[in-house]
């Protein structure tokens, strides 16, 4: 099992763990896809008028991910400078392991931890959400696009997961693939959320769908950590 892990190519487990955290990002990003939705002019509201504004939300929201993730990555890098190449990236691995268990269990509801990492994230958002606000309503996609790529920045607990993660990717570009993977794999639930809101955010916020997301990211973190400390012992 811990060889399948390794092997599993980094971007589609990235799009997964994205997917798996579908009930997590109902939460953090669907009460900003109803209010840009319901923003809106009714007549904008429904089908092909709606799609170019959630693309373009959703575009700028990947965009700010594509971005952390090469700055974590180009962090990684220079810092497996400084140390043996292989260790640094070894340990990286299994504290992104680390974030992945944490992560699963806050997604289940049996843990609540990864919420202090959020808390820090918090001090860098008070500065952004003011001019954030200011793009609200949202009237054209354009004005759709910028409030994306500063609510991109909202913390997350699952998303700072995939920023250490890519810590360990090797370089800025890996990392920015990463998260460009990642941001992907989020793209179902939060289009879904502009037309289905209700629908879909009473699903995924049903006990038994957060437990067995949360029970899957962590058996995957665990796969990660295990295989990153058995490599390095």
């Known amino acids: 099992m811990m060889e399948l892990a390794a092997d599993l190519p980094p971007y589609l ?17 669907g009460g900003i896809v109803g209010v840009l939705t319901l923003g809106l002019p009714a007549e904008q509201r429904t089908g092909a008028r709606l799609l170019p504004y959630l693309l373009a939300y959703n575009s700028g929201r990947i965009v700010s991910y594509t971005l952390a993730g ?7 890098a220079w810092a497996a400078h400084l140390l043996s190449v292989r260790y640094a990236q070894l340990g990286l691995q299994a504290l992104a392991g680390a974030f992945m268990l944490a992560l699963g269990l806050y997604l289940a509801g049996w843990w ?13 958002w008070r500065r952004i959400e003011p001019v954030a606000r200011r793009l609200l309503p949202v009237r054209t996609p ?11 920045w909202l913390p997350c607990g699952l998303v700072y997961s995939v920023v250490v993660w890519a810590i360990a990717a090797g370089s800025a570009r890996e990392g920015a693939l990463l998260l460009l993977a990642f941001g992907l794999g989020t793209l179902p639930v939060l289009l ?20 067995l997301a949360g029970a899957l990211v962590v ?7 295990g295989w990153a400390l058995r490599a390095l012992l």
């Open 219 to 225: 058996a995957f973190g665990a796969l990660q950590l």
């Open 70 to 76: 090469a700055l974590a990555g180009g962090v990684g």
């Open 142 to 152: 354009l004005q759709a696009l910028a409030c994306g790529l500063l609510w991109g």
């Open 13 to 29: 487990a990235a799009a997964v763990v994205a997917l798996l955290g579908g009930v997590h990002c109902v939460g953090m990003c």
């Open 192 to 211: 879904a959320m502009g037309t289905a809101a209700a629908a879909l955010g009473g699903f995924v916020r049903r006990p038994g769908v957060r437990r």
């Open 112 to 124: 609540a931890g990864i919420t202090r990492i959020e808390r820090v994230g918090g001090v860098v």
